[in-house]
Structures are given as structure tokens and as C-alpha cells.
Nanobody, 122 residues
Framework: QVQLVESGGGLVQAGGSLRLSCAAS????????MGWFRQAPGKEREFVST????????FYAESVKGRFTISRDNAKNTVSLQMNSLKPEDTAVYYC???????????????WGQGTQVTVSS
């Protein structure tokens, strides 16, 4: 089992920044690719970003490319999502997830955190 705990969410004005963190415990963190997903009210969960086990490969949804940056620290068992130039449409609950490969497909991730709320006001 891998336990994931997100933090860093909050309320921010449009154009502002937030940094989300996800702390992992349990099995060896570096064995897992990590992903960030989000779910807005009334919408399905959607892919945001993913990073490979070593951190050498990253992918982003088109909607966040150029504004969000994913990173990981395998020594500290953490993955982060730096979010800049936030827009009201970024408002959602953000989840981190761990799985065997870096993919945008949520069903391929084995472990999920409880989520952290991000609200962007206009």
C-alpha cells in the first residue's frame, strides 16, 4: 500500500499561484510514477500532469501546459505541482495518484490521495 496526502490547496485570485504537495508513505516511492488529477463540481475527474519514476519525463494536459509544473523529490517522498497564472476554470479538487507508469489514464493508477480543494476567484 501507498498512502498519499495532498496539501497546499486554498483560495486564490485569478492570475495567482499555488503549490500543491503530495506526501507518500508506505512502499518505495521511487517505484511509482505519480500523477495529478482534478475534479470540478459536476464534472468527471480529468488528467492534469504526470511524472515518471525518476522524474525525467513529464506530461501535461493541454489546458495547463505552460502554467503548471510537476516535480518530485524521491529522497523526501514527495511530488509537487506548481500552479501559476491560475484561472477560475482551474477550480477543482486536486488529487495525486501513484501507479506503475506515467499516464493520463486514471484507471491505471493504484493509489489515490483524499484530494485538496483549489478555488480560483475571478
Amino acid at each position: 500500500q501507498v498512502q498519499l496526502v495532498e496539501s497546499g490547496g486554498g483560495l486564490v485570485q485569478a492570475g495567482g499561484s499555488l503549490r500543491l504537495s503530495c506526501a507518500a508513505s508506505g512502499r518505495t516511492f521511487s517505484n511509482y510514477a505519480m500523477g495529478w488529477f482534478r475534479q470540478a463540481p459536476g464534472k468527471e475527474r480529468e488528467f492534469v500532469s504526470t511524472i515518471s519514476r525518476s522524474g525525467d519525463m513529464t506530461f501535461y494536459a493541454e489546458s495547463v501546459k505552460g502554467r503548471f509544473t510537476i516535480s518530485r523529490d524521491n529522497a523526501k517522498n514527495t511530488v509537487s505541482l506548481q500552479m501559476n497564472s491560475l484561472k477560475p476554470e482551474d477550480t477543482a479538487v486536486y488529487y495525486c495518484a501513484a501507479g506503475p507508469t506515467n499516464t493520463g489514464l486514471s484507471h491505471l493508477y493504484d493509489f489515490w490521495g483524499q484530494g485538496t480543494q483549489v478555488t480560483v476567484s475571478s
